[in-house]
């Protein structure tokens, strides 16, 4: 945050009514879409804070100076220290609140995992995995990988825990290493949580990452511009949601774009803790100007306590955010690139058992879910925009017809946001765990998902591995992935019961009807030298034809 522009802050203060739709569900795991008459509305307020303000990009000497170094013991130390006090907020935020009688159970249709999808034959439905390359370990890794990347013709950046970051010019054949310069005097160490998204439109880069002071008392987000994945940064931006007070870490930090703005989100400890909304303006930011910026606070701590949003992918004219309210509601934020401040609704859907799966397996039988992985508190919940609908995505815990910790969904129509179906991911037999359901809606609107899947309850399952699905008109429902593909083989799990979740999907560009992801495991053991990370190029067989052609074109200088 520009600390210079916060005397000059205005502030609006912003209602939004929600409204809570009770729907009737027939049995199965499609539901319908009822008429008026058959839903009742229940009017509740919920106030943000909206700020506004213009954050001003660094001096280009701000990327010259080296970063501070740590050890890579040090780094791992300050990782654990921030799950400690995540997990302090979460055990503050209520999870007992009650809802309203929830829809009828879901049970679903497995979904059928798939080894090797390359040897599918070349037809218009058949799932094709274009490339999946290795993105090799450094000595600024760690085996929480959490690898994001995006994507511009060939040309690629990576990036993931702890403070690296890499470009490709082929595919990610070949990688260049990179490490983060330092942050800023409050905030001198690059950490963690790293994001990164490409504006097809503008043929920029953005990519987020978090810095901490020593005591994780205080962080700034740095948000990096790049007009040419293959050469230098053209500027950064601070967001600094404590200003002079030095007083916040914001925590969890996602970006994502809609047609005019980039959105980050931030799950903010200290201060008075909230979630975050900042809306920057995109234009501003791709030419390195000052960017207008709106700051939204989710005020419900009163009621739920703090929860965690995520931008949805393929917004364009709306941005959407979703929390679980309780165990039957979901609360959906839209916030219109027209309006200043978002709104909200309520809507009744099935139950969601938020518990911590038992999720062992490997070689060392070690669980990869721990406390948070399916709770209230959402730090695994996704959403994408496409075809008129917007899909939220969460991890679940086992329920009375799904053994394993498994995969909720919720979708709406776009505008009304009336409910149109709920498709729960689970593995065909229940056999395996499964969660991160990193979903993104490629140009037509149909979903490509990067997810982790292994363990089982009792123990002496597989290690968690990385896979991608799509769910299209090929699926034989909406939201349903009927077969994922493995990309990230792995034989260990870590011993902390940690796994990440930061992996991303991201629409393919040019060829747009294909997606790009990013998933890891650890293949060996589990050290840093055994994390298999990897960078995926993924569509149908109908889609092909463009990855073919395009597969290695360099895009035009910006």
């Known amino acids: 945050m520009n600390k210079s522009n916060m005397r000059g802050r205005k502030y609006w203060w912003a209602r939004s009514a929600a409204i809570v739709c ?31 303000e213009v954050i001003e990009p660094n001096q280009p000497s701000v990327l010259r100076i080296p970063a501070v170094e740590l050890s890579a013991a040090e780094r791992e130390a300050l990782i654990v220290r921030k799950r400690q006090l995540r997990e302090s907020v979460a055990a503050m935020t209520r999870s007992d609140l009650p809802g309203p009688a929830g829809l009828p159970p879901v049970v679903g249709r497995g979904t059928r995992l798939v080894d090797d999808a390359t040897k599918f034959p070349t037809t218009p439905g058949a799932l094709v995995i274009k490339r999946n390359n290795s993105n090799p370990p450094t000595l600024s890794q760690s085996t929480l990988a959490e690898p994001a990347a995006a994507n511009n013709g060939a040309q690629v950046l990576a990036t993931g825990n702890f ?24 905030a001198p160490f690059d950490c963690c949580d790293n994001d990164v998204i490409h504006d097809k439109g503008r043929g920029v880069t953005f990519m987020s990452t978090l810095y901490i002071n020593s005591a994780l008392t205080n962080g700034v987000v740095r948000i990096f511009v790049r007009r040419n994945i293959g050469t230098a ?17 914001p925590d969890y930090p996602h970006i994502g774009i809609s047609n005019n703005h ?30 207008a910026a709106n700051v939204v606070n989710l005020n419900d701590r ?60 490997g070689t060392l039988n ?44 919720a979708i709406f129509t776009e505008g ?55 769910a299209d008109d090929f699926a034989g429902g909406i939201g349903f992935f ?54 995926v190029e993924f569509g149908r067989g109908r889609d092909r034809g463009c990855q073919d052609e395009y597969v290695n074109a360099q895009p035009a200088a910006q």
């Not at 009770?22 to 008026?36: D, N």
């Not at 978002?342 to 859907?349: A, D, G, Q």
């Open 163 to 186: 403070s690296h970051f890499e470009s490709s010019t082929n595919g990610g054949a070949a990688w260049t290493k990179s490490t983060f310069p330092a942050g800023p005097a409050d």
């Open 233 to 249: 940064f053209n500027c950064s931006y601070n967001i600094d949601p404590a200003g002079t007070a030095n007083n916040i870490l």
């Open 366 to 409: 070690n669980d990869f879910t721990d406390s948070l992985w399916a709770s209230i508190h959402g730090f695994n919940r996704r959403g994408a925009v496409g075809k008129g609908r917007v899909y939220f995505y969460w991890n679940v815990g086992p329920d009375a017809s799904h053994t394993q910790g498994h995969v909720h969904s």
């Open 302 to 361: 009163a009621t739920v306590g703090q929860r965690v949003v995520t931008p949805a992918e393929g917004a364009r004219e709306t941005q959407y955010f979703s929390w679980a309210e309780n165990a039957t509601q979901i609360r959906i934020w839209s916030w219109p690139q027209t309006a200043a401040a978002p709104t909200s609704v309520l809507r009744t859907i099935s139950a969601s058992t938020f518990s911590n799966p038992d999720c062992r397996g």
């Open 262 to 291: 980039l959105y980050l989100t931030l799950n903010n400890i200290g201060g008075g803790g909230q979630a975050q909304i900042w809306r920057l303006n995109i234009d501003n930011m791709a030419d390195c100007v000052g960017a």
């Open 416 to 470: 009304s946001l009336a409910l149109l179906a709920q498709t729960p991911m689970f593995i065909s037999g229940n056999a395996q765990c499964n969660g991160i359901p990193a979903i993104s809606t490629n140009d037509r609107g149909d979903l490509g998902i990067s997810t982790a899947i292994g363990g089982k309850a009792g123990g002496s399952g597989p290690a968690a591995q990385g896979y991608v699905g799509i």
């Open 22 to 52: 009770s729907l009737t569900v027939i049995g199965a795991w499609f539901s319908p879409v009822l008429s008026e008459e058959a839903t009742q509305g229940i009017a509740q307020d919920v106030t943000q804070a909206v700020v506004t």
């Open 482 to 535: 009927p077969s994922v593909a493995l990309t990230a083989a792995g034989t260990h799990n870590r011993t902390d019961q940690r796994y990440g979740d930061y992996f991303v999907t991201h629409p393919h560009n040019p060829c747009g009807g294909s997606w790009t992801a990013t998933n890891y495991a650890l293949n060996g053991g589990t050290g840093v030298a055994n994390v298999n990370s990897r960078y």
